[in-house]
């Protein structure tokens, strides 16, 4: 168990399972049970001594010993392929790999509490670590393998492993092999996935400027208000604004509003994840996240309008992806 123990900081505690008598044969034949004792909270575990059998077999076994006594039940594997990972986290079912992963989502939350604020203190993503893992959640996937992420991103192979890597530091992506094909996956989806990865994402801007009109080409997207008004009910900004990789004979200040937009030079090139002449909602909420400060979801922002508007954007890219809760 020393996976658990090394990634979370989270000492396992055994002890003797004592009801072995309210329960029938054939599950004591499958499996040795013990209780363990994770961060205070008590759980069963279970050993198979042989096979396991399909899914629906599984978890008419856990809700039989849970009906007995109803903690959290937890598989322990020596190994595990990745389709029957996958039916894992698909079913609910929580394993342990021995000394390789953990799928325990009844400690989700308390995990992330814990680790929240020392992990702000020590990780940032890097901006195209931050594109793969916009790119996860759009993709609706369980498993993402290396050379999908290269191929569909355009970023070089030890760059997209670089990324994996930062990722996996985060707690919540685990990094793996199949062969020699690298893969990413998480146990958590959509809008639970990205609020806990929220406090290492960074703000996409990395400044400021207003452009000509006619300067303006089809690499730059439209950003900030005016990508909000394009998906909501907020009203156009007086100068529209735009997101690209860099700005041609930009300029501080704004001289001529007819003439001129506002354009916001990305760290990554916007147009990588969107399908559209806007930016992605993702990307757009984090470009109004205030980085001087060292928690998540603070808006540098005066408008309440804004800030509704980001909310609402969200919710919309949740229930698109059926990932609502």
Not at 136 to 160: C, D, P, W
Not at 183 to 194: A, D, N, V
Not at 277 to 286: C, E, F, G, N, T
Request: glycine share 4%; net charge neutral; proline share 6%.
């Amino acid at each position: 168990m020393n996976h658990v123990e090394d990634v979370f900081g989270i000492r396992l505690k055994y002890l003797p399972f004592d009801k072995e008598r309210l329960l029938p044969l054939f599950l004591l034949d499958a499996y040795r049970i013990e209780y363990a004792q994770i961060d205070g909270m008590k759980l069963i575990l279970l050993h198979p001594r042989h096979d396991l059998g399909h899914i629906q077999s599984i978890k008419k076994h856990i809700s039989h010993i849970q009906a007995i006594e109803n903690v959290p039940v937890v598989l322990v594997l020596p190994s595990i392929t990745r389709q029957r990972r996958e039916s894992f986290m698909n079913a609910g079912i929580p394993f342990i790999i021995q000394d390789a992963q953990a799928y325990l989502p009844f400690l989700g939350i308390k995990l992330q509490e814990r680790f929240a604020v020392r992990d702000v203190g020590m990780l940032r993503l890097q901006p195209a670590t931050q594109v793969l893992f916009f790119h996860y959640i759009y993709s609706r996937k369980t498993t993402m393998f290396l050379q999908e992420a290269v191929h569909n991103l355009g970023y070089s192979a030890m760059t997209i492993s670089r990324s994996i890597t930062q990722l996996a530091q985060t707690n919540h992506i685990i990094a793996d092999k199949e062969g020699v094909r690298r893969f990413f996956y998480s146990p958590l989806r959509g809008k639970e996935l990205f609020s806990a990865l929220e406090p290492f994402l960074i703000n996409p801007v990395r400044s400021r400027t207003y452009m000509a009109k006619k300067d303006i080409t089809e690499e730059y997207l439209l950003a900030g208000e005016s990508a909000l008004t394009a998906q909501s009910m907020i009203e156009p900004p007086p100068v529209p604004c735009y997101a690209g990789i860099d700005s041609i004979g930009g300029s501080d200040e704004l001289l001529d509003s007819e003439h001129q937009v506002r354009v916001e030079v990305w760290k990554y090139d916007p147009g990588i994840l969107s399908n559209s002449r806007i930016v992605d909602p993702l990307s757009l909420y984090m470009s109004y996240v205030d980085e001087r400060r060292r928690q998540p979801t603070l808006f540098d922002i005066s408008d309440e309008r804004v800030e509704e508007s980001l909310e609402q954007v969200l919710n919309n890219l949740w229930e698109r992806l059926s990932y609502s809760r």
